[in-house]
């Protein structure tokens, strides 16, 4: 615990606890509509915005919001319109935005070690200014995502049903979307762009295991980001590795965990009860082979 005594091990635990807490409670709405991989596709557009940051001599992480939120929002409106073409639109808006990612960064004077800290994360490149970031903006997103919980939960479960309801199924899909947005460009620092999509839905996934309501689940899921982030950067500060790989192992082995664990806890449960005998009743006649 000593490495935690030093001013930028505390930056990138804090960073981490935040997006470790905001990025369930976002991903939780993305599990529900089925969208798990879109915070994979909307890095890939933050990376765009990353290459044109260092390209112009301008704040990476401020270009990268705008990129991605404008990349969102297509995303959104590509969905929305629901054709058939709408996949091959978001691959191609996906590849395009990695490759323009690259061959910006290329262009500009940043070196491969740049390049890799925003793919995969870094624990020494997290300043003060870039905390305040991640702290105003992952507070008002977990903030949103809680307050907004009833409304955004309808729209997930029946888009249809909502929109009857009278709820501005159009504003909320968007708040989904630009809150994505966000959620990526701000954990770029501490989790990497490539990653942080796991940390959106694995937890997810894991409290799935052992909860059945959704307040529960999201609370579970929470609490799981929150081990996650402060583990992974721990074990990425003890053993040199890449925060957002440390953080998204620990994530899945969590889930591992979890799902063998809850698999025999119902095995046994299923031994333990012997299942009733039936038993007929008066008036029923039970027929036999003659």
């Given at each position: 615990m000593e490495l935690f005594q030093y001013p930028y091990m505390q930056r990138a635990l804090i960073a981490a606890l935040v997006i470790g807490l905001a990025a369930p409670a976002l991903g939780i709405y993305l599990v529900q509509r089925r969208l798990a991989l879109i915070g994979d596709g909307i890095g890939h557009v933050a990376l765009t915005g990353v290459g044109a940051g260092l390209l112009l001599n301008r704040s990476p992480v401020l270009v990268a919001v705008i990129v991605a939120t404008a990349g969102a929002i297509a995303i959104e409106v590509v969905r929305a319109r629901g054709r058939t073409s709408g996949d091959l639109a978001l691959a191609l808006l996906f590849y395009g935005g990695i490759a323009g990612g690259v061959m910006l960064v290329g262009l500009s004077d940043a070196t491969s070690a740049t390049l890799n800290a925003y793919l995969f994360g870094s624990l020494i490149t997290i300043f003060p200014g870039d905390l305040i970031t991640i702290a105003v903006l992952g507070t008002a997103i977990l903030?949103?995502?809680?307050?907004?919980?009833?409304?955004?939960?309808?729209?997930?479960?029946?888009?249809?049903?909502?929109?009857?309801?009278?709820?501005?199924?159009?504003?909320?899909?968007?708040?989904?979307?630009?809150?994505?947005?966000?959620?990526?460009?701000?954990?770029?620092?501490?989790?990497?762009?490539?990653?942080?999509?796991?940390?959106?839905?694995?937890?997810?996934?894991?409290?799935?295991?052992?909860?059945?309501?959704?307040?529960?689940?999201?609370?579970?899921?929470?609490?799981?980001?929150?081990?996650?982030?402060?583990?992974?950067?721990?074990?990425?500060?003890?053993?040199?590795?890449?925060?957002?790989?440390?953080?998204?192992?620990?994530?899945?082995?969590?889930?591992?965990?979890?799902?063998?664990?809850?698999?025999?806890?119902?095995?046994?449960?299923?031994?333990?009860?012997?299942?009733?005998?039936?038993?007929?009743?008066?008036?029923?006649?039970?027929?036999?082979?003659?």
């Open positions: 903030v949103a995502m809680i307050a907004l919980r009833p409304a955004l939960f309808a729209i997930s479960h029946d888009e249809e049903y909502a929109r009857v309801s009278g709820l501005p199924v159009r504003t909320l899909n968007l708040l989904i979307a630009v809150t994505t947005a966000i959620t990526v460009t701000i954990a770029m620092r501490a989790v990497g762009v490539l990653l942080i999509s796991a940390l959106m839905v694995v937890p997810v996934a894991t409290a799935q295991q052992v909860t059945r309501g959704f307040r529960s689940t999201m609370t579970a899921a929470m609490a799981l980001g929150l081990f996650a982030a402060g583990t992974g950067v721990w074990v990425a500060a003890t053993a040199d590795t890449a925060p957002g790989a440390s953080v998204v192992l620990l994530a899945i082995a969590s889930f591992l965990v979890v799902a063998v664990a809850a698999g025999v806890w119902r095995r046994l449960r299923r031994r333990a009860t012997p299942a009733a005998a039936p038993t007929a009743e008066p008036h029923e006649v039970v027929l036999g082979s003659s």
